[in-house]
């Protein structure tokens, strides 16, 4: 008796929503299930990335990382050539990078706080002085080009028989006499590891 009655109560409900229109929803097509399944992935790394997979520059990358200049190797407003020299290249220098070049004159005991701000600076100075802001040609020797260390240029020279068909890289020295041992292209930068270092001004 009081299913006939839940029957009769549910029946008017059941035949309206048979009535209604029905909405067809069409299969996804494979490139939206591959748009929503497959993140964004770029076409080139970063500066950023090759410097991070770099283990052969690891020492220059630890250095950048202290600077302001690291968020911006990251970011694809900017164009940099970055002249990274290799970890034995920095390993041989006399002076580290933090501890800047040899006083001409005794320096007075300073505290340990303006030590740290000292290397800090002389940091900055060593790692600007590898920047370069711009694209650069290398088919054209001798050619300068300004770092973003104030004042200080780097001039690339051409190798007396190098071979013609071998990279433009290969083909020039810079600072009398660093060599490029590697290229490696960024999509907002170019990377040129040397044999040696860049000594600021």
Avoid: C
Wanted: glycine share 2%; aromatic share 8%.
């Amino acid at each position: 008796m009081h299913l006939s009655y839940l029957f009769v109560f549910i029946l008017p409900f059941t035949a309206s929503a048979s009535l209604q229109p029905q909405i067809i929803i069409p299969p996804m097509s494979q490139n939206t299930e591959e748009s929503i399944t497959s993140p964004f992935t770029s076409s080139q790394p970063t500066l950023a990335d090759l410097l991070t997979i770099e283990s052969s520059a690891s020492i220059y990358y630890s250095y950048a990382r202290e600077t302001e200049w690291s968020s911006r190797f990251s970011s694809e407003s900017v164009w940099f050539t970055v002249l990274v020299p290799t970890n034995k290249a920095v390993m041989a220098l006399a002076r580290k990078p933090h501890q800047g070049p040899e006083p001409v004159e005794p320096q007075p005991e300073i505290s340990e706080q303006e030590l740290d701000e000292r290397s800090r600076r002389n940091v900055e100075r060593w790692v600007s002085a590898h920047i370069i802001p711009i694209r650069i040609s290398l088919s054209d020797t001798p050619a300068s080009y300004e770092t973003l260390q104030d004042g200080k240029l780097v001039t690339f020279t051409s190798i007396p028989d190098s071979k013609p068909d071998s990279p433009e890289w290969m083909r020039v020295t810079l600072e009398d006499g660093v060599r490029i041992v590697g290229m490696k292209e960024a999509q907002n930068g170019v990377l040129y590891l040397i044999d040696g270092t860049v000594v600021p001004n």
